[in-house]
């Protein structure tokens, strides 16, 4: 399936993968680009050193368009917001804040620049400071998560804005790509069916509870620290609730107990004391696959279904 | 000038009943980050110029000044 936003990122298929955290890195991103969407790096809280690093790992593997998410809570934010303009990466993603104030320069480096959004004004904004495009995240996505559903940002930020709308939060099949498209995006971002991917790097255990989760397997938590993640329910989440609800526990302690956590889960395996984010798609994805069957069967599914959307009107 | 259409689109906006001053922080009104933006976008609608949301942007006054010193930015209209 070609849509505008595969002329705009010179990619094949418009599936992005999203950016996570621990999640997201050369290994994962080139084997999604070398299958036609566009990779993406993470840069989560890490620093100049190890992202310039993971971005010449990825052009080793692949000689297709990625991008880098950037986090904008990072702080090391500054310098990583250099290093892509450095490194000539051709996309940069952004999320938890607003990139404004970034825009300027990578938009002077020719860098395609693509927030993520949690609401229509923010998606206004980017568009006003250059964006090239915009991914409306509803918060059925893993992660940090706006109020939002995919379902009602999507379509308003579709009408809110002329530059393409990517969807993503609880894309994990082809249905959720023809919903997508019929809501008015060109595109989609997937995060948590790329969880297990075969290239994804992550801890057999992290993928083990992907394929295990249920649907009302995931919560939100952290709202009062300004920034609410979604994670699947264990004993490290049902411990951050509880202390969240404690009007005794200060902020920065509940910050504190939350430090590291997802590294934990991501790489060690640590499934009681890591934090395990994912979106609440999780139960709806059971296979480990490569990449590029991931990406294949979802487009697959998709378009079928919309060869066949006519079936119920005169 | 400023002052007063600015307090207009803070009154619309949550819904005030006036009471609006130049020292009002918007803590004080509730704003987290996506109020902000909302507020930011409406602005630059109103004024015709960019404006970027900005934390240390802690009363009206603040905002007022910003917005003062943006359009003081603006190429000015020829008498021709």
Not at chain 1, 94 to 106: D, L, R
Request: aromatic letters at 4%; charged letters at 25%; a negative charge.
């Amino acid at each position: 399936m070609r849509t505008p936003l595969c002329d705009l990122l010179g990619i094949e298929q418009p599936v992005l993968q999203g950016g996570m955290a621990w999640v997201a890195d050369a290994s994962l991103a080139s084997a999604v680009s070398n299958a036609g969407g566009l990779g993406i790096v993470s840069a989560m809280n890490a620093d100049a050193a190890w992202l310039r690093h993971e971005i010449r790992e990825t052009r080793a593997r692949t000689q297709k368009p990625f991008g880098v998410n950037i986090m904008l809570m990072s702080p090391y934010v500054e310098e990583v917001a250099q290093v892509v303009e450095e490194e000539r990466v051709p996309v940069v993603t952004t999320g938890a804040g607003n990139p404004g104030k970034y825009m300027p320069a990578w938009i002077g480096a020719d860098i395609k620049v693509i927030p993520v959004v949690p609401s229509t004004a923010m998606a206004k904004l980017v568009e006003r400071r250059g964006a090239a495009a915009v991914i409306a995240e509803g918060g059925e996505s893993g992660g940090h998560v706006g109020d939002l559903t995919t379902m009602v940002l999507v379509p308003q930020v579709c009408d809110a804005v002329s530059i393409p709308v990517v969807a993503a939060g609880g894309i994990a099949d082809g249905r959720g790509v023809a919903a997508a498209f019929m809501l008015g995006a060109v595109g989609v971002q997937v995060g948590t069916r790329f969880l297990v991917a075969d290239e994804c790097t992550i801890h057999p255990n992290y993928k083990q509870k992907i394929l295990e989760a249920r649907d009302i397997d995931t919560a939100t938590a952290g709202r009062r620290l300004g920034h609410p993640v979604r994670a699947l329910k264990n004993p490290f989440m049902r411990e951050f609730m509880r202390m969240e609800y404690d009007s005794a526990v200060s902020n920065e302690e509940l910050d504190r107990f939350g430090a590291g956590a997802l590294r934990r889960a991501a790489r060690e395996g640590d499934m009681k004391t890591g934090t395990i984010m994912a979106g609440q798609a999780s139960a709806m994805v059971k296979k480990e696959q490569p990449a590029r069957d991931i990406i294949r069967e979802m487009m697959e599914e998709a378009e079928a279904l919309l060869r066949g959307a006519a079936k119920w009107v005169n | 000038m400023v002052f007063e259409k600015i307090a207009a689109l803070l009154n619309d906006y949550k819904e005030l009943e006036g009471g609006v001053t130049p020292e009002t922080t918007f803590e004080s009104l509730g704003f987290d980050s996506l109020d902000r933006v909302e507020l930011a976008m409406s602005i630059e609608e109103a004024f015709g110029i960019t404006l970027e949301p900005d934390v240390n942007m802690r009363s009206v006054q603040d905002l007022a000044d910003a917005v003062e010193a943006r359009l003081s930015q603006l190429p000015k209209e020829g008498n021709a």
